[in-house]
Nanobody, 118 residues
Framework: QVQLVESGGGLVQAGGSLRLSCAAS????????MGWYRQTPGKQRDLVAL????????NYANSVKGRFTISRDTAKNTVYLQMNSLKPEDTAVYYC????WGVGSDYWGQGTQVTVSS
């Protein structure tokens, strides 16, 4: 099994920055990609950013392109999300996500709140 533990959420003013971290432990060899989703009350959980482990390809939601950067520290089994130029509409619970190789359920962290005040 894999455990994903997020950190780095909090309250920031519009235009500010935050960095989220997600540390993976356990059977990390089963992870094919990692990233971040976010969710606001009453809405579905949406992809924010993803990094594919094989070739380090990254994908971003259109709403965060140019502002957010996802990166990975292989030695620490940790993925980061650097969030710059934050907007109130970025306010959400951010969940770390791990895509599993082959058959089986993907992995999720417990979520961390990001609040951007106007």
């Amino acid at each position: 099994q894999v455990q994903l533990v997020e950190s780095g959420g909090g309250l920031v003013q519009a235009g500010g920055s935050l960095r989220l971290s997600c540390a993976a432990s356990g059977r990390t060899s089963t992870i094919a990609a990692m990233g971040w989703y976010r969710q606001t009350p009453g809405k579905q959980r949406d992809l924010v950013a993803l990094i594919i482990f094989g070739d380090s390809t990254t994908n971003y939601a259109n709403s965060v392109k140019g502002r957010f950067t996802i990166s990975r520290d292989t030695a620490k089994n940790t993925v980061y999300l650097q969030m710059n130029s934050l907007k109130p509409e970025d306010t959400a619970v951010y969940y770390c996500y791990g895509r599993r190789w082959g058959v089986g359920s993907d992995y999720w962290g417990q979520g961390t709140q990001v609040t951007v005040s106007s």
